[in-house]
């Protein structure tokens, strides 16, 4: 699997594949890989005869007190996991490759970016749906995967691509959890031994809020049920526990229609966030 760092290098490997008429994968990832991440690549295999994935920190995504300076940056290991899983050519710009001096424009989903995780981060989902479009271009891939761990930001991405007219199929992957069910995230790293212990009541939590909206409970009054659990079991603040429309992310108002229970919360230093349908 061959490295490289330059959009014109990205697009000579896709301009020959695409001289043989062979189909394009992407998977976009900030590094700090786990099995979750190889889990897409393989999603992106099964559609598609090559699979780029890219590596990069995306700055625009972090608030300044957030934690882009320790995010995980564990590239050789990365490395090894993509080429392990098959993956044909890795993208790892710098970030002046990605955002050059005099870079201005934003892309910005109306809306969907400004309701859960978008209230708690208000700049982030610009900064994911920005970059994301700068990836897709970059690469004009035929389909391009990401994660349902990420439920909302894949819900902004899918619109982003609509919206934009970007020719892509975008491919959500079922979540991978760890044996007690703790969705795996690079940032579980921050997780101490006793935190980690106590990680998996999130997806327990809204595992059981599905279960009682399933049985006929009102979908609005969840929050208090969860929070109470979250809070005993040792979580800190508890962002929001919300059970939306799956496709809009508003309000459910149709019982019929499929609906999706999100989730975030900080246990110590790390915020958690995970998301289950009803
Ligand atoms: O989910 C992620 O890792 C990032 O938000 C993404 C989609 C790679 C954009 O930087």
């Not at 490295?3 to 990205?10: G, S």
């Not at 700090?32 to 992106?44: D, K, P, R």
């Not at 795996?184 to 809204?206: D, F, G, H, W």
């Not at 496709?247 to 958690?272: E, F, H, I, M, N």
């Amino acid at each position: 699997m061959e490295t490289v760092r330059t959009i014109a290098e990205l697009r000579q490997h896709v301009r020959a594949w695409r001289k043989n008429d062979e189909s394009v994968g992407l998977v976009p990832t900030m590094g700090g890989l786990h099995a979750g991440h190889l889990s897409l690549v393989s999603h992106s295999k099964a559609h598609a005869k090559h699979t780029i994935a890219t590596l990069f920190v995306n700055p625009s995504q972090f608030a300044p007190h957030e934690d882009f300076a320790t995010y995980p940056r564990t590239e050789e290991a990365d490395q090894r996991m993509l080429a392990e899983a098959g993956t044909d050519l890795l993208f790892a710009p710098n970030v002046s490759e990605i955002y050059p001096d005099g870079h201005s424009t934003r892309v910005n989903v109306q809306g969907l970016s400004q309701i859960l995780e978008g209230e708690f981060r208000p700049d982030f989902f610009s900064g994911v749906a920005t970059v994301v479009a700068k990836l897709l271009l970059q690469a004009l891939p035929d389909v391009a995967v990401f994660g349902e761990k990420d439920y909302q930001q894949l819900c902004v991405i899918k619109t982003m691509a609509r919206d934009l007219d970007i020719p892509v199929n975008i491919i959500g992957a079922e979540t991978i959890r760890e044996d007690d069910g703790l969705a795996m995230s690079s940032r579980n790293q921050y997780l101490t031994a006793e935190e980690r212990k106590i990680a998996p009541v999130l997806y327990a939590a809204i595992t059981q809020v599905a279960a009682r909206v399933r049985k006929g409970e009102s979908p609005a009054s969840q929050r208090t049920w969860a929070e109470a659990k979250l809070t005993k079991a040792g979580f800190g603040a508890v962002d929001y526990v919300a059970v939306r429309d799956a496709q809009t992310l508003g309000p459910v108002r149709d019982a019929s229609r499929p609906a999706r229970v999100l989730a975030a919360a900080y246990l110590g230093r790390a915020r958690l966030i995970d998301n289950v349908a009803v």
